[in-house]
């Protein structure tokens, strides 16, 4: 039977002499035999036991996890719990590692728009990225409680211009008029903004806001620390301001 050394079985496997090493020291690969001068020699099936302990490792699985499996009379028992979860621990590692492109790739989009780079603009990027989620849901909400208003709407305006039916226009025009009032007051405590120039991050009141010029991402506002006036860029508040007027 063919007996391999240390430096020869770790040339077969693809791996360093030291990583041979470390798993003799931990009982993963234990040599069968020594050599007079002491040297470890290894057999035909410590080189397969070794192409296994090297295919685990590329799936991922830690030391332990194959220590456990290959301590197993049964190993077909636990190999399948063990593969179960490297799948989910790997694909959280996945969605982890998804979540932090798309921010690098939010942050590298962010900072084309900034005409002036300072550590602080990327404080305000943050704090947009943040919140995104959150603004995003906040809109979806916006959107979801609009629909039924539009639908009144126009079904009013149809049926008063082809059937002369002008009260169902009346009451559209009852249940908005209270709804734009709620909703502004509401948007505008869900709402806060950063002016890019002094990265203040503020609260408009619900008139400046409500009149003030937007774009969906930004609106034109004054800054209550420095007083000047530009377009400042939105985001969902992490807390409201009580009595916003």
């Not at 704090?127 to 609009?146: E, Q, S, W």
Request: hydrophobic residues 40%; neutral net charge; proline residues 4%.
């Amino acid at each position: 039977m063919s007996k391999y050394t240390t430096g020869e079985i770790a040339k077969l496997c693809g791996v360093t002499v030291r990583t041979i090493q470390y798993y003799d020291t931990r009982g993963l690969l234990t040599p069968s035999e020594l050599s007079e001068g002491g040297r470890r020699l290894y057999t035909e099936d410590d080189v397969k036991r070794m192409k296994v302990i090297c295919f685990l490792r590329d799936l991922g699985l830690p030391i332990d996890a194959i220590s456990q499996l290959l301590s197993e009379d049964d190993p077909g028992s636990v190999i399948s719990l063990l593969l179960d979860q490297q799948e989910q621990a790997l694909k959280k590692e996945i969605g982890d590692r998804e979540d932090q492109l798309r921010k690098l790739e939010e942050l590298k989009a962010g900072l084309k728009s900034v005409s002036e780079f300072s550590v602080e603009s990327i404080g305000d990027i943050a704090y947009v990225m943040t919140n995104r989620k959150k603004l995003r849901n906040l809109r979806i909400f916006i959107v979801l409680t609009a629909i039924p208003l539009g639908i009144l709407q126009w079904s009013s305006i149809i049926l008063w211009i082809t059937q002369g039916i002008r009260w169902l226009f009346l009451v559209w025009m009852a249940a908005t008029i209270p709804y734009i009032i709620w909703f502004s007051r509401w948007y505008f405590m869900k709402m806060a903004y950063i002016y890019p120039q002094c990265h203040t991050v503020f609260q408009p009141t619900v008139k400046e806001g409500f009149w003030a010029k937007h774009t969906p991402a930004t609106r034109e506002l004054t800054c209550p620390s420095c007083g000047h006036h530009g377009f400042c860029v939105e985001f969902a508040a992490e807390t409201e301001m009580k009595g916003n007027a």
